[in-house]
């Protein structure tokens, strides 16, 4: 049973840092590019990052590129999203998402061509 867990959300204050971290089970892992997601109550859910099964190409939303970082490790079926620099904006409910992918080096933020999604975890930017 292909399985997403997200972890490390919270609250911090403003210009704070936080690493959040997409454990995967149940699919070949290192057959899917994951991306990193989120939304806020009312609003479309965003494409925040994305990374390609290998790691070797990343792409992020325009306002988060210079302060959040993708990663993946496939030996232990993990993706990971170090946000540094946080802003009030970027509080949301933060999804990760696997799409199983043809091309080892490519991604997309494109929500509806993810398969499989975790269950969110709460990032609160606030003084």
């Known amino acids: 049973q292909p399985q997403l867990v997200e972890s490390g959300g919270g609250l911090v204050q403003p210009g704070g840092s936080l690493r959040l971290s997409c454990a995967a089970s149940?699919?070949?892992?290192?057959?899917?590019?994951i991306g990193w997601f989120r939304q806020v109550p009312g609003k479309e859910r965003e494409g925040v990052s994305c990374?390609?099964?290998?790691?070797?190409?990343?792409s992020y939303v325009d306002s988060v590129k210079g302060r959040f970082t993708i990663s993946r490790d496939n030996a232990k079926n993990t993706v990971s999203l170090v946000m540094n620099s946080l802003k009030p904006e970027d509080t949301a409910v933060y999804y990760c998402?696997?799409?199983?992918?043809?091309?080892?080096?490519?991604?997309?933020?494109?929500?509806?061509?993810?398969?499989?999604w975790g269950q969110g975890t709460q990032v609160t930017v606030s003084s």
């Open positions: 998402a696997a799409r199983f992918s043809l091309s080892s080096g490519s991604c997309t933020r494109t929500q509806s061509a993810f398969a499989y």
């Open positions: 149940g699919f070949n892992f290192d057959r899917y590019s």
């Open positions: 990374i390609s099964p290998t790691g070797g190409y990343t």
